[in-house]
Every structure is written in structure tokens, then in C-alpha cells.
């Protein structure tokens, strides 16, 4: 067995083994929840931790040429397959002087040839294969690319240009964790004081009747997506799963003397800068706006970006 | 890659594995000297790509490694003619008993795929494989639970994504048996193994062999995985969603764009019951279902797996039946609930 047979093998158990212990090593400095829901992390682990062993398992029966053969295969056919000659698209560089490969595709030329495609059959079948290296060559490279970022680029969030695309404004997202009902903010006697960007903003959106909101006061920390002048939206992302499906919440925020789009924007942070933002809930002095309430701003100070920049 | 034909010698064997546990440990050696988090230096749009990529193999490869497991199981472990023996003669019957073994093993999309390879090679028809492929993700227990987390075991949702998993993947599995000739579905390297592992002795050594499986196993989906996480990060980044959810309140469009959604977040079927309860304020109960109806069946990731094992003409049919399936389904709940 030539080395090359192997290849797609070491690509699989390698890009597996190199995830798991990755994973091992994001949950131990505490940041694999930038990527995953913490809900997942014991599910996750727990399999990294099974994929570790397997995986170097798999490496050395491998390497010593074990694959699936058996001692007593008559034919050195049936079970001697490598299970790695599988042609599909995520498929793997394959090597055409390769014995059992070439034995297949005989096989499938011969089936084509029955069904009557004698000429193209021969050419058709060399072209595909060519098809096949080559995509081959380029799913081996993308597992290696995402592999090796994932190994070598420290981990970071996703970026206030995702937000913006995500439609920070648009009223989609609901309050999915059961926010307290808008009607008894009107009292006096709900504690507001740990709500984030996603329980206001799921309050504001659900809210008809905005005067009961007006005049609430917040500190919030969430990063900046500009606006039109001197106002911004105080945003986070919101993780069910994983990042992928990340749906960014926002406040609109206003600072300055709250005059919308005329103000100089001297005060609003750069896109993308954590801060966090004191003030009061206040109603939009853009008319035109479709939400309602936005906070008017006493402070807004540059922060870190803090060690859970998800909400969930 | 060259192809120089080596010898096994003892020394050579290992130099294999000693390269890739080395390249391993290095690239780890070199994060290890660099700050933990924060930002590369990247332009957003690379960062932001890498990111979701990474965040899908992370969030898919526990699935994919269970699903493997699960298939070794099936394969070498678990004695000839056991599951064979407790499942009905009929093929009907048969089918619809499969269809729930994800009941037993609970395989989410990606998992289901190499368990219904190691189906396959055990004897099943692809018929059979292709039912329990297409129920497993949806008729599980965690899938069950989560959607019922999400969105109650009151109202529909629950009671038509179980019920409509069931049927679709008894009518594709109905379909595929009635296919004039279904093993050409499958890609012909794929079937000759299967034609080759069905009937042949037993490896003597479970353990070389079931180690020897999953580097092979690994070898078909992973190259898949990543291929996949790599098209559904570079849709979402250059696709803004904004489009499409801004069509929620449209009986018949808002059906389109949460299936449009579902094949392209990519989401695994254990969770995204609770990404689509986001949604659920501004689309009808019926686009919801039809996203958690087609989401664990059909989506980038999902073809770039089946396409380790499938011909393209089979997910071009498996994609019709049930983008049509489950737009019927969707429409009906948006008119009548």
C-alpha cells in the first residue's frame, strides 16, 4: 500500500484529532463559548474526549496497513477495500494506478457499457475521475484551511459588520427566554436592573403602550452599530446554538442633545467598540423611526470587550 | 502526496501518524504563544468566514464522531442477523419500524449519515437506509425534547414535524424502493463495498477493525464537514439575512424564505428548534414547521455529507420530494391554523 492511499485517512483522522483537542483546549481556557452555546459544551466535551483516542487509534491502524484486509481474503478484493476509495465529492485525492480503485471503475465501466454507451464510456469515466482529484484536492485543502485557523487564530467574536447585515433593526427576534410581562413594568415593583440589550429590546418591541417605559433607567454594555448622527445601536448577539445562527438585538441609543440625525456625532464610538451605556429610557425623537423608545444616553464609556460577549 | 510505494518497516509505519500528531502539537504550540482571544488583525469579512466555519465543525463534529461510533457499533459489533431478525418481513412495515430506530440511537443530521452507511453495509436496501436517513434526524428523542422545549407540546408544530417526519421519510423510502433499479443510486464505489462487506467473514480483531473504520469513516466525512461548514459560513457572510426574514408575515413567501433559511444556516436538528422560537413572533406556525421540516434533511452541509455516499441524481430526487413535501405541509398549517 503507497503512502498516498493513506492520505485521505490521515486527512480525516488528523482534522479530527486536531478539532477535539482544540475543543479540549477552547473549554479549558473557557472560550469555546464563542462558538457554541454553553447549553452544548458538556455534549461537546465529552465527545472530543471519546474522539481523541479514537483517533489515534485510527492513526496507527492505519499507518501499519491494517485497514479493513483480512489475512484470508481470497479474492483480494472484498474486505481489502480501503474504506478511504469512496468517490464522493468531500471525497479525497485519488490516486488512479491504485489496484482496487481501478477494479472499481472497470466494474462501473462495464455496468455503463452493458446499458449500451460503448465509446464515451472510457473517456467520460477518465474525465470524471480527473473531476474527482481535483475535488478532491479542494476539499483536502478547506479541511486543512479551516483546521489550521481554527488551530493557529485565537478565537473572536463575530463582527459589527455581521450585525448590520443580520438586520440589528429588524423586530425578529422575540423574547425567547420569557422576559417579564410589559404590563407589570408599569408597577413599581419589577426589578429591571439585571436586564441586558435582549430583554429591553424584546420588551420595547412587544410594548404598545410605550409611556409605561419612559423615564427607566439602564446601564447596558453591548457593542456599537452607527447610526444616522450622534445615534447608535447598543447591540449584542444572541446564541441559541452556535454562531452561525447568531441573531444580533439592538437599542437604539442616543447621545448628545438628542436631536437625531442634525447632531455633530462627536460622541458615538467607533463601529464595532464595546461600552457601556448609562441613561434612561426615553421616547425617539425620530418620528420616522419604527421603534419607539430609544435611550438617551448619560454616559457612554469605552470598555473591553467582556469575557461573554454572547447573550443566550 | 507523492505515490512512492514504501515498505512497511516497523520504523516507516509510525512516521505517518508521528507527522500529524507533530503538525498538531506545533500549530497548538503556536496559539499557545499568542493572546488567547481577540482580534487578528483580519479584514471582518475573513474573520467573520472563519468564525462561522469554525463555530459549524464545532458544533457538528460531536454529532458526526456519535454518528460514527454508532455505525462501528452496527457494523462490527452487533451480531449478524440481531436487527435483522426483529424487524418486520414486509417491506412497508419494515420501512416505517425503520424510520423510528432513530428512537434508539439518537443520530441528528450528520450523525445519521455515516449510520446509515454502516446500515448499508450490514445488508439494508438503500430504500431501508434512506428511510431511517430521513426520519432519524427528526423522530429522536433529544430532537423531540428540544422542540418541545421550544415551542410546547400544545399548538401544532410538535405534533406536525413528528408526524410529517415520519411520512416524508416512509414516502421517500416508498419512492426509492420503487426506483427501477435503486442501488444506482448510490455512488459505485460505495456500492461495490457494500456488496463486498455483506456475507464476508468477520474480522477476527474487533478492535484493528472497528479503529480501522472510523479512519475510514473519518477519512469520507470530514473532508465532507468542512466543505460544507465552508459553504454555509460563506453564505451567511455574503447573503445578508435581512432579506429574508423581512418577508415573515406572507402566508406563502414567508413559507419560502424559512425554508430558504433552513438550507442555508445549516443548523443541526437537536437545537434549531430553538433558533426558529426567534422567529416565531413575526412567522406563521406553518413556515416554522416547514423549516424545522426540511432544516435536518436538506442544507448546504447536509448535501456535502450525503455526497460521500449518494449520487447527485439521488439528492437532486430527495430534494424535490421533500422541498415539495414540506412546502404542502407548510402552506396547509399557514391557511388552516
Redesign the interface.
Known amino acids: 500500500?503507497?503512502?498516498?492511499?493513506?492520505?485521505?485517512?490521515?486527512?480525516?483522522?488528523?482534522?479530527?484529532?486536531?478539532?477535539?483537542?482544540?475543543?479540549l483546549?477552547?473549554a479549558a481556557?473557557g472560550?469555546?463559548d464563542?462558538?457554541?452555546?454553553p447549553r452544548?459544551d458538556l455534549?461537546?466535551v465529552?465527545?472530543?474526549i471519546?474522539?481523541v483516542p479514537?483517533?489515534?487509534?485510527?492513526?496507527?491502524?492505519?499507518?501499519?496497513?491494517?485497514?479493513?484486509s483480512?489475512g484470508?481474503?481470497e479474492d483480494g478484493?472484498?474486505?481489502t477495500?480501503?474504506?478511504?476509495?469512496?468517490?464522493?465529492?468531500?471525497?479525497?485525492?485519488h490516486?488512479s494506478?491504485h489496484e482496487h480503485?481501478d477494479s472499481?471503475q472497470a466494474?462501473?465501466r462495464m455496468?455503463a457499457q452493458a446499458r449500451g454507451h460503448r465509446a464515451p464510456a472510457r473517456s467520460r469515466a477518465s474525465a470524471r475521475r480527473a473531476t474527482r482529484t481535483v475535488l478532491?484536492a479542494?476539499?483536502?485543502l478547506?479541511?486543512v484551511g479551516?483546521?489550521?485557523?481554527?488551530?493557529?487564530?485565537?478565537?473572536?467574536?463575530?463582527?459589527?459588520?455581521?450585525a448590520q447585515?443580520?438586520?440589528v433593526d429588524?423586530?425578529?427576534?422575540?423574547n425567547?427566554s420569557g422576559t417579564q410581562d410589559v404590563a407589570l413594568l408599569g408597577s413599581a415593583g419589577v426589578d429591571t436592573s439585571q436586564y441586558g440589550v435582549k430583554d429591553w429590546a424584546a420588551l420595547v418591541?412587544q410594548t404598545t403602550d410605550t409611556s409605561a417605559l419612559v423615564g427607566k433607567p439602564v446601564e447596558l454594555t453591548g457593542f456599537v452599530v452607527p447610526g444616522r448622527g450622534d445615534a447608535f445601536t447598543l447591540t449584542r448577539f444572541?446564541i441559541?446554538?452556535?454562531?452561525?445562527?447568531a441573531?444580533p438585538v439592538g437599542l437604539g441609543v442616543v447621545t448628545g442633545d438628542g436631536s437625531g440625525a442634525g447632531g455633530s456625532g462627536s460622541d458615538v464610538p467607533d463601529s464595532g467598540q464595546w461600552v457601556r451605556v448609562t441613561g434612561k429610557l426615553a421616547a425617539n425623537p425620530d418620528p420616522s423611526a419604527e421603534a419607539r423608545i430609544v435611550v438617551r444616553a448619560a454616559k457612554v464609556q469605552d470598555i473591553e470587550?467582556p469575557a461573554d460577549p454572547y447573550e443566550y | 502526496m507523492t505515490s512512492a510505494p514504501t515498505r512497511p518497516t516497523p520504523t516507516r509505519t509510525l512516521t505517518g501518524p508521528g507527522l500529524v500528531l507533530l503538525a498538531v502539537v506545533v500549530l497548538l504550540g503556536v496559539r499557545a504563544f499568542s493572546p488567547s482571544v481577540g482580534s487578528t488583525g483580519l479584514p471582518d469579512v475573513v474573520q467573520d468566514f472563519l468564525t462561522l466555519a469554525i463555530s459549524v465543525v464545532v458544533e457538528s463534529l460531536p454529532f458526526v464522531v456519535l454518528g460514527i461510533v454508532l455505525s462501528i457499533v452496527v457494523e462490527v459489533w452487533v451480531p449478524v442477523g440481531v436487527l435483522e431478525r426483529l424487524l418486520p418481513e414486509r417491506p412497508m412495515p419494515r420501512r416505517a419500524v425503520i424510520s423510528l430506530i432513530g428512537m434508539l440511537f439518537p443520530v441528528c443530521e450528520c450523525g445519521n449519515v455515516p449510520l446509515a452507511r454502516g446500515l448499508m453495509l450490514r445488508g439494508f436496501t438503500p430504500a431501508e437506509a434512506v428511510t431511517f436517513l430521513v426520519a432519524a434526524p427528526i423522530l429522536n428523542p433529544l430532537v423531540i425534547i428540544s422542540t418541545a422545549q421550544a415551542f410546547g407540546w400544545s399548538g401544532w408544530i410538535l405534533v406536525v414535524r413528528i408526524v410529517g417526519g415520519f411520512v416524508l421519510a416512509n414516502l421517500v423510502g416508498w419512492i426509492v424502493a420503487a426506483h427501477r433499479r435503486p442501488a444506482d443510486l448510490l455512488l459505485p464505489a460505495f456500492e461495490a463495498r457494500c456488496r463486498a462487506a455483506v456475507g464476508a467473514p468477520r474480522s477476527r480483531n474487533r478492535w484493528r477493525e472497528s479503529a480501522a473504520q472510523f479512519g475510514g469513516e473519518t477519512a469520507t466525512m470530514m473532508p465532507a464537514l468542512f466543505v460544507g461548514a465552508g459553504l454555509a459560513a460563506a453564505i451567511q457572510v455574503a447573503v445578508p439575512r435581512s432579506t429574508l426574514v423581512s418577508i415573515g408575515a406572507n402566508p406563502v413567501l414567508s413559507v419560502a424564505a424559512m425554508m430558504l433559511l433552513a438550507m442555508t444556516v445549516s443548523l443541526c436538528s437537536n437545537v434549531d428548534a430553538f433558533f426558529a422560537l426567534s422567529f416565531a413572533s413575526t412567522f406563521l406556525p406553518g413556515s416554522i414547521t416547514a423549516f424545522l421540516l426540511i432544516g435536518p434533511i436538506i442544507d448546504v452541509k447536509m448535501i456535502a455529507l450525503l455526497r460521500t455516499t449518494f449520487r447527485a441524481r439521488f439528492l437532486v430526487l430527495l430534494a424535490v420530494v421533500c422541498v415539495l413535501f414540506t412546502a404542502a405541509v407548510g402552506l396547509v398549517m399557514n391557511v388552516l391554523v
Request: hydrophobic share 40%; charged share 15%; glycine share 8%.
Open positions: 500500500m503507497s503512502s498516498s492511499d493513506k492520505a485521505p485517512a490521515y486527512l480525516g483522522l488528523g482534522s479530527v484529532l486536531a478539532v477535539s483537542v482544540c475543543t483546549w477552547l481556557v472560550h469555546l464563542l462558538y457554541i452555546n452544548y455534549f461537546t465529552v465527545l472530543a471519546v474522539a479514537a483517533s489515534v487509534a485510527g492513526l496507527v491502524v492505519v499507518a501499519r496497513g491494517h485497514g479493513h483480512h484470508d481474503d478484493h472484498g474486505r477495500h480501503e474504506p478511504d476509495h469512496e468517490h464522493g465529492d468531500g471525497g479525497h485525492p490516486e494506478d480503485g472499481v466494474r462501473a455496468r478532491g479542494a476539499a483536502a478547506v479541511t479551516i483546521t489550521v485557523a481554527m488551530l493557529v487564530l485565537p478565537p473572536t467574536t463575530l463582527s459589527a459588520r455581521t447585515q443580520r438586520s429588524s423586530p425578529t427576534l422575540s425567547a418591541r444572541v441559541s446554538c452556535c454562531a452561525v445562527d441573531q470587550q
